[in-house]
């Protein structure tokens, strides 16, 4: 019997700060999911974290699934992490020179990506996105670009357009400021749809340098893609001279240390990283064979560049954090206790009727307020089910239980989150359930 009405967390020293916020951010933030739009009450200012826990300035304790937006794979204030990351340092903060940690991070990368023979650093995932995708058009000598409905890839020009009506259409701006001359260069097509894909290609044949897809869509919803259409997209990209990009942002590192192209057994052309890879601080990668990421400057023609690329600090916390990631049976026991998590949260919601599909995929979940058992693509999504998210976030909330501010976003689970409190968890989550249905 879940312990009924939960009273409303306090948030005053939250939204004190927040009051303070908004005179100096545009809508009181740094990036716009924080702004708790989506979801009820303020947004909670972090005090700090440490493990799977949370605390808020209102002294609020949560276990934490958002984790950053993915990148604390070991929670909160890891031990090794802190202490790489204060030795470093001490020697001082950046020198925009190349140092050693560069090279060990890389060879540690390298080793064991049998995908990749050479990458490039720099400092967040939108920017090894923009590099990545100027690094196939430099190659390919073509402008356009194919992205799917549904895949965020960070916020350069090129990707922050949304389809327009029609199947295979040129894509439209998704936010102001964005010429219509760089959409005019995105086709947008639907997930897990060939016949999109072939009509593109047929109709602008010659002239598509890449198709970027995210190694597992995870920005809006969970919408885990067949083998079979991985494998689809690899060969007709192949076929017609088109780059494929895995955007591993979030995939790398995360379904297993050598990402979503290990889990479908593809090769794509490029891979992009960022989130886990810097352990919590901010670092990009991209990477490719040698000879593609031959044409990256100075080498090559395709300038790309960073002040605090590679940044040592950045680099320590990466390399400490990768480092544990190595050690054997890390993936299987924290994709064991996610899928576990999820399983017993799911027949719950089974056995009470509740129309919750817990999509879950390595140590990623995502609730979905809906019966329906497949979702593929952004069509998939019932939107009018995010009001069951609201009310399910405050709950939460209300029990200690700290999810994304949005239902299109993506939970994870950290080496850090115990059984003890993956079990204190759940039952949160299962009161929270009942309410949401009550
Ligand atoms: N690509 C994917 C798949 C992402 O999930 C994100 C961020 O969430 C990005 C790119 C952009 O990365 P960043 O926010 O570090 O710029």
Request: hydrophobic share 40%; charged share 20%.
């Amino acid at each position: 019997a879940g312990s009924g009405k939960k009273g409303d967390i306090s948030r005053e020293k939250s939204a004190e700060l927040y009051e303070k916020a908004k005179q100096y951010f545009p809508g009181g933030v740094n990036s716009p999911v924080r702004a708790f739009k989506s979801v009820h009450g303020t947004p909670l200012f972090i005090e700090r974290g440490d493990g799977c826990f949370l605390w808020d300035a209102d002294g609020n304790q949560f276990t934490d699934f958002c984790c950053s937006w993915g990148p604390l794979i070991l929670g909160h204030n890891h031990p090794k992490i802190r202490e790489k990351v204060t030795k470093t340092l001490e020697k001082g903060l950046s020198f925009g020179a190349p140092t050693a940690l560069e090279n060990e991070l890389a060879e540690l990368i390298l080793k064991h990506n049998r995908y990749i023979e050479k990458l490039r650093f720099v400092s967040s995932g939108t920017e090894a996105v923009m590099s990545a995708i100027r690094l196939a058009r430099g190659y390919t000598g073509r402008d356009k670009i194919i992205k799917f409905d549904g895949c965020y890839h960070g916020h350069s020009d090129s990707l922050l357009v949304k389809a327009g009506s029609g199947l295979v259409t040129f894509g439209e701006t998704s936010s102001a400021g964005v010429p219509k001359a760089f959409a005019d260069e995105t086709l947008v097509i639907p997930l897990a749809d060939r016949e999109a894909v072939e009509t593109a290609f047929s109709e602008f044949k010659g002239q598509i340098a890449a198709v970027i897809i995210e190694g597992i869509p995870a920005n809006n919803g969970l919408l885990i893609q067949e083998h079979e259409y991985i494998h689809f997209l690899r060969n007709i990209t192949k076929e017609n001279g088109t780059l494929l990009i895995f955007d591993e942002v979030i995939t790398g590192f995360r379904l297993g240390f050598e990402g979503a192209a290990a889990h479908y057994d593809v090769q794509p052309d490029i891979l992009t990283y960022g989130k886990i890879i810097g352990g919590g601080m901010p670092v990009g990668a991209y990477g490719a064979s040698a000879a593609l990421m031959s044409h990256i400057s100075p080498d090559g023609g395709v300038y790309q560049a960073g002040t605090l690329s590679g940044n040592p600090v950045a680099m320590a916390a990466g390399i400490a954090q990768l480092t544990e990631l190595r050690s054997s049976g890390f993936y299987k026991n924290l994709n064991q206790k996610t899928a576990e998590f999820a399983e017993a949260i799911q027949r719950y919601a089974a056995a009470k009727n509740y129309k919750v599909n817990l999509v879950n995929v390595g140590s990623i979940f995502w609730f979905a307020f809906t019966s329906q058992t497949t979702i593929r693509t952004a069509g998939d999504i019932d939107h009018g089910s995010m009001e069951l998210y609201k009310v399910f976030h405050r709950e939460l909330l209300n029990r200690g239980v700290y999810l994304g501010p949005s239902g299109y976003e993506v939970g994870f689970v950290s080496a850090a989150h115990s059984k003890t409190e993956l079990e204190k968890a759940k039952r949160a989550i299962f009161e929270s359930l009942d309410e949401v249905f009550r």
